[in-house]
């Protein structure tokens, strides 16, 4: 178990160690604050929308501090008995109830080993499931029928991600168990960083091709007809898709409607389809940087634009 000192250049060196293992683009700030919270024994609740990266940072940290790590990933069908452990009937059968034929869970087992347990999407869990956390973070301790106490060891930590409320499927922790853990909120990158990504990712480094990428799966974001946009996922689909083409409007197009449609929702009054949002999308992104047939930035004239050399949009068949 990796212990952590609390020096400015030492968290600096962890940071750097931890980015460069695990190739993250970014989140200083928030690997930072991880860090200082794992070393005050405190558990960490990482909150953001889909693909800003909480379950890279999640792993990441339980990785950098060399503890077991056991995960579960929110279900609403996962039982109590999952989380915390149950009696294998056979063995009950010949041995009755006791300790042999018992199996562990994922939060027994994390906290006989002072090890990590990390809930991926914790918020997705059903409010049973989550209940059963609350005597093992405050109290450090667990109850278990025909067992008897369980204790954590030095070094239980529960690291948890969970996407906002807002988000389908998801429900609202409980105001005790919010109150146990730590809040680490992710909201996405700046431009240069999710193009960064892209790029790191895709291995492609074609600096036009992944801004124009970049800027359309932002716009998915902020568009009024849009519920909720892209994350960088859809960017780096994208570009890997554009990798096995001449990289032109017509590809990046072609790229858009096959990466996009099932990471967006639109708003139930949008007055266009999947499609339409896209297209005037990419035709407000392409209007910044004009793209040439050959893919290229342009300088020249306006007919060399989105709307193709002769007035005609350049589009793919839906």
Not at 75 to 96: N, S
Not at 280 to 297: F, L, M, Q, T, Y
């Amino acid at each position: 178990m990796r212990e952590i000192t609390m020096g400015r250049e030492s968290l600096d060196r962890a940071v750097g160690g931890i980015k460069s293992k695990h190739s993250i683009i970014g989140r200083e700030i928030e690997l930072r604050k991880a860090l200082i919270c794992a070393n005050a024994h405190r558990h960490i609740l990482i909150e953001g929308p889909v693909g800003v990266g909480k379950t890279v940072l999640a792993t990441a940290i339980a990785d950098y501090l060399e503890r077991p790590i056991l995960r579960v990933d929110g279900d609403e069908r996962y039982t109590e008995q999952k989380l915390t452990g149950w009696f294998d009937p056979p063995i009950v059968m010949q041995k009755g109830y006791n300790e042999e034929s018992f199996i562990d869970g994922p939060l027994t087992q994390s906290m006989e080993t002072g090890g990590i347990l990390f809930i991926n999407e914790l918020n997705r869990l059903n409010e049973g499931v989550q209940n059963v956390l609350l005597p093992a973070m405050d109290e450090g301790k667990i109850e278990i029928p025909r067992i008897g106490t369980i204790y954590a060891k030095k070094g239980f930590l529960i690291i948890a991600t969970q996407n906002p409320r807002e988000f389908i499927a998801t429900s609202s922790l409980s105001e005790a168990l919010s109150d146990r853990f730590e809040l680490l909120p992710l909201t996405y990158q700046n431009e240069d960083e999710e193009r960064n990504i892209v790029e790191t990712r895709t291995g492609i480094h074609d600096e036009h091709s992944t801004r124009l990428i970049t800027e359309i799966t932002r716009e998915t974001r902020v568009h009024p007809f849009v519920r909720r946009g892209a994350s960088i996922r859809a960017a780096t689909s994208m570009a890997s898709i554009i990798a096995f083409t001449e990289r032109d409007i017509e590809d990046i197009r072609n790229a858009a409607y096959l990466a996009l449609p099932t990471r967006m929702e639109l708003r139930e009054d949008s007055k266009k389809n999947v499609y339409e949002v896209i297209d005037e999308i990419i035709d407000k992104v392409v209007s910044r940087n004009p793209v040439s047939a050959e893919g290229k930035e342009d300088t020249g004239g306006p007919e060399d634009t989105a709307e193709g050399k002769d007035g005609e949009k350049k589009t793919i068949g839906r």
